[in-house]
């Protein structure tokens, strides 16, 4: 089971990006696609599917967030084709971040934003063995810049199973940004790989909500635990969401709520919904209370 798994925030198009994704990447699949009543954006679609056998929810609630490129996923490709044709298809309707060629760490790479403004960082890995097609990455702008190493070093003791890679930092004479930042860094959290990086240059945006990682919880101790190890503003706090202390959200949920989700009785759906959305913090109990209906 995935313990980590990226959710993106639509306005509606949750179903439609996700039909688009599994069509260009290979070994993709859309898992489910439920609906939740009467929340505060409507009915809030939820789908769940795979990329290169990798998880992700989708949601579709409003035009409250936005996607930015201070979270992008870099996609290891074994080709420079498999690079050229993935561009071809993502590019259309979006925007360019960095051009496709060639740069000193990769002979075939680009960084774009599709049309749904999502960003996608593609890269021909040439001989580096890909043990994980798909990487999560986080940049560190504006007032967090400089944070990257210390917030690697910070989930690294939140997590369980969490190793710090490789960190490669700026040098002298690479300015604007500051000599000893991080450039490039990996690390793992609970056997997935991500990445982070340091960035001074003049970027309008920061981590939103339109991108959080839902962390999946066996018991009411682990929710707890995550919770009081992650959550640092307070007024962010809402329906099992948080934010940390660098502005990056997260979701905190049990793993039951997979099964609540996805069950086909709509007055059971619609208890947990009721029962959930005053919450902060998720209390399992009340949730499979309302799921049976006690």
């Known amino acids: 089971m995935q313990k980590i798994t990226p959710c993106l925030w639509f306005?509606?198009?949750a179903k439609e990006a996700a039909e688009f994704y599994t069509s260009i990447f290979k070994n993709s699949r859309i898992k489910s696609t439920t609906t939740l009543p009467n929340t505060p954006s409507g009915n809030t679609e939820i789908v769940t599917f795979e990329l290169f056998g990798q998880e992700f929810t989708l949601m579709s609630a409003g035009p409250l967030f936005k996607f930015t490129p201070a979270v992008s996923f870099l996609v290891a490709l074994s080709t420079k084709e498999e690079v050229n044709a993935l561009w071809g298809q993502l590019s259309v309707g979006g925007s360019v971040l960095m051009e496709l060629g060639t740069y000193p760490f990769s002979d075939r790479y680009g960084?774009?934003?599709?049309k749904y403004g999502l960003s996608w960082q593609l890269m021909f890995a040439d001989d580096r063995k890909i043990t994980q097609k798909i990487t999560p990455t986080l940049m560190f702008v504006g007032k967090q810049c400089g944070n990257a190493e210390e917030a690697i070093k910070f989930y690294a003791t939140v997590f369980h199973n969490a190793k710090v890679g490789n960190m490669l930092h700026y040098s002298k004479g690479e300015e604007p940004d500051k000599e000893g930042s991080i450039k490039h860094a990996a690390f793992m959290l609970e056997g997935q790989e991500f990445a982070a990086m340091d960035s001074a240059r003049d970027h309008h945006f920061t981590f939103t909500e339109a991108i959080s990682?839902?962390?999946?919880c066996k018991t009411q101790k682990?929710?707890?635990?995550?919770?009081?190890?992650l959550s640092a503003v307070p007024e962010a706090e809402q329906c099992g969401w948080l934010k940390d202390k660098y502005g990056l959200s997260w979701q905190v949920v049990p793993i039951d709520m997979d099964k609540m989700m996805q069950d086909k009785d709509a007055q059971k759906l619609e208890r947990v919904v009721k029962a959930f959305l005053p919450m902060k913090k998720f209390d399992l109990k009340v949730l499979k209370r309302a799921y049976e209906g006690n």
């Open 11 to 13: 306005d509606k198009e």
């Open 213 to 216: 990682f839902e962390v999946r």
């Open 111 to 114: 960084w774009v934003q599709d």
């Open 222 to 229: 682990e929710i707890d635990y995550y919770w009081g190890k």
